[in-house]
């Protein structure tokens, strides 16, 4: 296939850091621990199978690991956010992500591409699914449910090969096996996995999708739901949600 399809126009990279005031009456200002702070490099670095040199994840549990060495978010979504949240100086790299790529979006990207990213080669496992920490980031208590309403979610890479990437590469799409599964549509099947369970099931077959995904969509009620209770927990005040992400 070979075809240049998209261009990581920054590499962004951060490590997890303590935030927030104990105490503070703001539930949004009291203490949190994430790496979402991620700043954009001008130089090559190296992915690993669990990272980029100089990145890793708050809370192991629900981040990264081998499925998910690389978060992807489109520039293209950036205008909407910089209008939707009166932010017109929103950055490459705010939403945590580690490739801020142009060319695709959730509707041309599909479960289980394979792309070549300078030394490397990637493939594409599952959609990424909203946090409160987005939340915390911008102050905005329902921004994780706004995000997700929108779509704009990007989605996770694993590393097949390990090697430098830098900024402006070209992501080159040299394997499709599963045109079926956009994530545009992974997306929508996760959310709603409790009512349609057949589609859940499906798309939990697919060979390329994430252990993690997988058994999420093989128990219906750890996934569909988690955005909303998240979001729930901050919008009522009452703190942090249990689990974290």
Same mark, same amino acid.
């Given at each position: ?6 261009? @990581? ?37 190296? !992915?690993? =199978?669990?990272?980029? +040199? #100089?990145? &890793? ?6 981040? #990264?690991?081998?499925?998910? *060495?690389?978060? @992807? ?9 910089? &209008?939707?949240?009166? !932010? ?17 979006? /959730? ?9 070549? @990213? #300078? ?14 920490? %987005? ?26 090969? +390990?090697?430098?990437? *830098?900024?402006?590469? +070209?992501?080159? =799409? ?26 859940? %099931? ?6 390329? =999708? ?7 969509? #093989? ?10 209770? /998240? &979001?729930?927990? !901050? ?11």
């Amino acid at each position: 296939m070979s075809t240049a399809t998209a261009t @990581v126009v920054s590499v962004n990279v951060g490590m997890p850091e303590q935030r927030g005031q104990e105490g503070d009456p703001d539930v949004l200002r009291r203490p949190w621990f994430s790496s979402i702070f991620k700043s954009p490099i001008d130089h090559p670095v190296r !992915l690993g =199978l669990i990272n980029l +040199e #100089g990145d &890793s994840q708050g809370d192991r549990k629900v981040h #990264g690991g081998v499925d998910r *060495s690389v978060n @992807v978010y489109p520039a293209e979504h950036y205008p909407y956010w910089r &209008s939707e949240l009166g !932010l017109p100086d929103l950055a490459y790299s705010v939403f945590g992500e580690n490739f801020t790529t142009i060319g695709q979006t /959730e509707n041309s990207v599909c479960i289980g591409d394979i792309y070549t @990213v #300078g030394e490397a080669v990637v493939q594409v496992t599952q959609p990424r699914l909203p946090c409160w920490k %987005l939340a915390r980031r911008f102050h905005i208590k329902d921004l994780a449910v706004r995000w997700r309403v929108t779509g704009r979610v990007g989605w996770h890479l694993r590393t097949l090969q +390990e090697g430098a990437v *830098s900024p402006n590469q +070209e992501m080159v =799409l040299e394997e499709r096996p599963h045109p079926e599964w956009t994530i545009e549509r992974a997306f929508a099947v996760i959310v709603n996995s409790k009512k349609d369970r057949a589609s859940a %099931l499906s798309l939990a077959a697919c060979p390329a =999708l994430s252990d993690y995904q997988r058994r999420a969509l #093989g128990d219906p009620s750890s996934v569909a739901d988690r955005v909303e209770v /998240e &979001s729930a927990a !901050l919008v009522s005040d009452s703190g942090v949600p249990p689990t974290s992400d």
